[in-house]
Structure formats: structure tokens, C-alpha cells
């Protein structure tokens, strides 16, 4: 399997879950914000549309270039939140730290994280009851 049929996988399947939970409310539109937008994420819509969902349609993706400036970043990731975008998909761990300073309610899909997401404080987790580890 080629790198970007990978990514296109996994971002698809990453991406819809939160979807199922929000399908059972009617008339309301997914909306999927990408930061930097490049060809990389030409893949990544493929798999959507793979998976039945098509910007327009039944899904609305917005976009922003930040051209891996962490201030633009982290602007990108502002308008998204004020927006109430129902996820935000990044690609690398810049553009991660940069989304995750901005949000903790928005779902974060991370692509291309090249850092430990855990001990990089991408994302949190805290200890249950019964001492296992949960995010």
C-alpha cells in the first residue's frame, strides 16, 4: 500500500466517526476544516468521497493556507473554531500545536505527526479508576 492510499485510509476513517454520532441530527451539515491546504489533501477527500461523502453534497470543507507559519496556524485554527467546525484535520506537528493552543472542544485529526503525541502534549490523557491510561 502506497503512503498516500494509507493516509487516505486512515484520515477517512478518522474523519467519519465523529460524523455517526452527528447523522442522527437532521438538516445539519458536516463541516471538515483542513489547515494548509495542499495536494496532499486531494487524497484525503478521495477517501471521503469513498466513503460516500462529497464537499457540497452532504459534507462542506473549508480550507486555509498557513504555509507552515505557526502564526498563521494558529490564526487558521481561530477561524475554525469560531466557525464551530465539527473537526479540524492538520497535517505535521506544527500545525498540531498549533490547532490544539486554539481548541480543546473541536475534534483535531493529526496527519503526519512525526513526534510521540502523548509526551508532546498534542493530546492529554488522564488516569481512570482503573489505572488505565484514557484520552
Sequence with gaps: M?????????SGAAITAPFGARAQQPNKTPHIGIIDDSPLWDQFRLGLRDLGYVDGRNIVIDSRSAQS?????????????SMKENVIVVYGS??????????????????????????????????????????
Design 69 to 81: 507559519d505557526f502564526d498563521q496556524l494558529r490564526q487558521a485554527a481561530r477561524e475554525f473554531a
Design 94 to 135: 506544527t500545525a498540531t500545536r498549533a490547532a490544539r493552543q486554539v481548541t480543546s472542544t473541536i475534534p483535531i485529526v493529526m496527519i503526519g505527526v512525526h513526534t510521540y503525541p502523548l509526551s508532546s502534549g498534542a493530546i492529554a490523557c488522564k488516569a481512570s479508576t482503573n489505572k488505565e491510561l484514557v484520552p
Design 2 to 10: 502506497k503512503r498516500r492510499e494509507f493516509i487516505s485510509l486512515i
